[in-house]
């Protein structure tokens, strides 16, 4: 069963960021005119807003983005559960114990994206690989090529974001993860951050040799 307009609609912002209606219309197979009704709904709702860009000498564009509200249609996975064995993990092992408890869910995850990726022999099946793995766990990740034949990673949404505002220490556990399970060839850097005012988590890759040689 296909998603109800609305809720494709959101999609549609969640993963690229703000739309024009044409871009809309273009991505869900309507008119710009049938897009702008939709957005205009969506706005009354308090889940999308304007906001007007100049381009040029023409006259603004307007795109749509979402609002806090519409952000909150794709919630963080038990969010408050997460907070609360955070905050006692802390209170009653420390901040040593909270750092004890991190490195074991990298581990463990690491363990899992390296089974996953058994039969990866290239840095772009690894990279294609991850991005499917974060998928499956709600981060909404696609990934695209470079002209200068890196990588671009991207996270549309982090169902940890709760958790990670008040432990910033899994984002630094997140970013050696990437880094371990993509191999010594591939260089990771974070160019985009939630938790830094970005609207998504990015991150550039590239093959070491190339950077080492620059």
């Keep these: 069963m296909s998603r109800p307009t609305d809720e494709r609609l959101l999609y549609l912002i969640k993963s690229r960021g703000p739309v024009t209606a044409r871009d809309a219309g273009a991505a869900l197979a309507m008119t710009p005119a049938g897009a702008q ?7 009354g709702e308090g889940l999308v807003a304007p906001e007007d860009r100049r381009h040029g000498r023409g006259r603004p564009r307007r795109y749509w983005a979402l609002t806090e509200r519409g952000h909150a249609r794709f919630p963080d996975r038990h969010s408050d559960l997460t907070l609360d064995m ?27 994206y390296e089974a996953a990726m058994a039969g990866c022999a290239t840095l772009q099946a690894r990279v294609a690989k991850l991005a499917e ?12 090529r470079t002209d200068d034949g890196g990588f671009v990673l991207a996270e549309n949404h982090c169902p940890i974001c709760a958790a990670a505002a008040v432990c910033q220490g899994l984002c630094r556990s997140e970013l050696a993860i990437f880094r371990a399970v993509l191999g010594p060839d591939a260089r990771v850097e974070r160019t985009e951050h939630v938790l830094e005012g970005a609207r998504r988590c990015a991150y550039a890759i590239g093959h070491a040799e190339q950077h080492a040689g620059a």
Excluded at 87 to 106: C, K, N, P, Q, Y
């Design 37 to 43: 009704q939709w957005l205009a709904k969506l706005a």
């Design 133 to 144: 793995l974060r998928s499956a766990e709600g981060y909404m990740a696609d990934w695209h």
């Design 86 to 112: 955070l905050e006692s993990t802390r209170a009653v092992f420390g901040a040593e114990g909270l750092d004890r408890l991190i490195a074991h869910r990298e581990a463990e995850t690491l363990a899992r």
